[in-house]
Nanobody, 121 residues
Framework: QVQLVESGGGLVQPGGSLRLSCAAS????????MGWYRQAPGKQRELVAI???????NYTDSVKGRFTISRDNAENTVYLQMNSLRPEDTAVYYC???????????????WGQGTQVTVSS
């Protein structure tokens, strides 16, 4: 059973920083792309950042220059460093990973349980 477990959320003042982590655990063959989505109250879930297995990254426009996604393939972990946080960054942040369970199965999109990020003075 594959699990993605997030950590690092919390309350921070505007202009502050937080670092989210998401570790994949369980038995699996390989991990492909990993990423972070967020969902604010009353809004649709949106893609924040994504990183390929080779390290290619993409960001939504509103976080470019402020957020950095990275991964440690040896630790099966993806990170989201968030700097210069704004109140509009407040949301539940979800980790996602495209993971192949074994060599005979197709990759499947797994999700973490979400971690709350609140930016407020």
């Amino acid at each position: 059973q594959v699990q993605l477990v997030e950590s690092g959320g919390g309350l921070v003042q505007p202009g502050g920083s937080l670092r989210l982590s998401c570790a994949a655990s369980g038995s699996f063959w390989s991990i492909y792309a990993m990423g972070w989505y967020r969902q604010a109250p009353g809004k649709q879930r949106e893609l924040v950042a994504i990183i390929s297995s080779g390290g290619t990254t993409n960001y939504t426009d509103s976080v470019k220059g402020r957020f950095t996604i990275s991964r440690d393939n040896a630790e099966n972990t993806v990170y989201l460093q968030m700097n210069s946080l704004r109140p509009e960054d407040t949301a539940v942040y979800y980790c996602t990973g495209v993971i192949r369970g074994n060599s005979d199965t197709s990759p499947y999109d797994y999700w973490g349980q979400g971690t709350q990020v609140t930016v407020s003075s």
